[in-house]
């Protein structure tokens, strides 16, 4: 639905996205067959824990972006169980959303989570960053560097400008 609404129409402006997953099967359907699926392996994680990132986090991904093309203030947010969820709170942040919410025994996990998930995000920026400038300053090197060669060998007068 979100999808939908954020891609109809440009003039459709919403001011916040909030992604919940308590719809449909609940946790209590679920025991009878979410053990199976996780020893069969159909499942890596139990979905009631943690996002499945490829199904139902490639929606989220996909609307999040969506919403932003209408509008770039939009903020975005995830609730209940996966709020909570460490693993979750990485994927989440990965793909910009502006906060989560959880369940009071769940804040001091998530709060850690959120801090783990900011200070890994800033450290690969800064070491894309980093990379970015050694490969500048290289490619500039190699562009100044000169050699010539006025001997009959390269190593009797070799030159390097």
């Known amino acids: 639905y979100i999808a939908r609404c954020s891609s109809s129409h440009s003039q459709f402006l919403l001011s916040s ?40 986090g490639y929606m989220v991904e996909l609307s999040a972006k969506l919403g932003k093309s209408v509008n770039p203030d939009m903020s975005l947010s995830v ?24 369940s009071p025994y769940r804040v001091p996990v998530a709060r850690l989570a959120a801090g783990q998930a900011r200070v890994n995000r800033r450290m690969a920026e800064a070491k894309k960053e980093a990379t970015k400038r050694a490969t500048a300053t290289t490619t500039q090197v190699d562009q100044k560097r000169q050699v010539s060669f006025t001997g009959e060998t390269p ?7």
């Open 155 to 161: 190593t009797d007068n070799a030159v390097v400008q």
């Open 79 to 102: 609730c209940g169980e996966h709020g909570g969820d460490p693993k979750s709170i990485a994927f989440f942040d990965k793909l910009g959303l502006n906060y989560v919410s959880c």
């Open 17 to 56: 996205f909030s992604f919940n997953k308590n719809r449909g099967i609940s946790r209590d359907d679920s025991n009878g067959f979410i053990p199976k699926y996780l020893d069969l392996g159909i499942f890596v994680d139990d979905p009631f824990q943690t996002i499945d990132e490829e199904g139902v």
